[in-house]
């Protein structure tokens, strides 16, 4: 992505406007609409997700991210033979290898990437030979930090999850020793070279407490923005729909009088 080191980078998730379009099929909303919108609006890249069972992302959405976006594509994907393809195929800006279930509603924790060094040091050193940029999504220890750093990984993005979940549940205890650990993995990580991202759940009331920690550079933010948008948007869209309904009625009956 594109600002300084030491500015905060915002990657905007756009998985979820899939997820409604897909609800219905057809092209509306159209997450490459949404990606330029998030742009305008200040995203400094867009990351996707393309899951094995394309339950949102499709592969065709990659492909026109990939050609048509103006700020760097951050794809996330399983560490799988038909995923490295895909990657090598687009040469996104980045991966972020993340874990994949496929009865996981969401990414629930970060890489085994101690027991899956083996498996994980061939994808990560094929990526980084095209000119990806190499991440690691990674529960925040210092065991899968040094890992990351061992296979020679760019980037460790850290998962907020729990401190989130902390926070959502008022939990102040939780919440502040989820905090400890994000930053003290987020200053382990900087000292080995890694560069920090960090992400999942954030919110409006969640973020600030990562925007703080000098280390993290990057924060990748989906689910919660695309609900939001919803509450931002539903009202002008309702008052178009309204208009548009309300100008052609009184032009038919118009048209009926004269
Ligand atoms: N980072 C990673 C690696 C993820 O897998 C996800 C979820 O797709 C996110 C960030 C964004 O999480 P959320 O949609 O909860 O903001």
């Known amino acids: 992505m594109t600002s300084s080191l030491n500015s905060l980078r915002l990657g905007v998730n756009i998985d979820h406007v899939a997820t409604i379009r897909n609800a219905r099929g057809g092209r509306h909303p159209d997450p490459l609409r949404a990606a330029h919108l998030a742009v305008e609006a200040g995203a400094d890249g867009i990351t996707a997700h393309l899951r094995e069972d394309r339950r949102h992302i499709s592969d065709s959405d990659i492909a026109r991210l990939k050609s048509e976006l103006t700020r ?6 399983a560490a799988t033979p038909e995923m490295l393809a895909i990657a090598l195929r687009h040469v996104p800006n980045a991966c972020c290898l993340v874990p994949e279930r496929r009865e996981e509603r969401t990414t629930e924790g970060g890489l085994d990437v101690v027991g899956q060094r083996r498996s994980l040091a061939p994808v990560v050193a094929d990526l980084k030979a095209a000119g990806i940029r190499v991440s690691l999504f990674i529960e925040p220890d210092l065991a899968a930090i040094e890992a990351a750093a061992g296979l020679n990984a760019d980037i460790v993005e850290l998962h907020t999850g729990a401190y989130c979940e902390y926070a959502a549940a008022d939990d102040a205890t939780g ?21 920090v991202h960090a992400g999942h759940g954030l919110t409006f009331n969640t973020v600030a407490a990562l925007a703080r920690m000098p280390e993290v550079v990057e ?12 509450f931002g948007g539903l009202h002008a869209a ?17 048209r009926v009088i004269a």
């Open 219 to 230: 924060l990748n933010i989906g689910h919660f923005l695309i609900g939001e948008a919803i």
């Open 175 to 195: 919440t502040a020793a989820e905090l400890g650990r994000l930053a003290r993995a987020a200053s382990e990580a900087a000292a080995r070279g890694l560069e």
């Open 238 to 254: 309702v008052r178009r729909m309204r208009a548009l309904m309300d100008e052609a009625r009184f032009k038919a009956s118009g």
């Open 72 to 77: 760097p594509l951050n794809l996330e994907m």
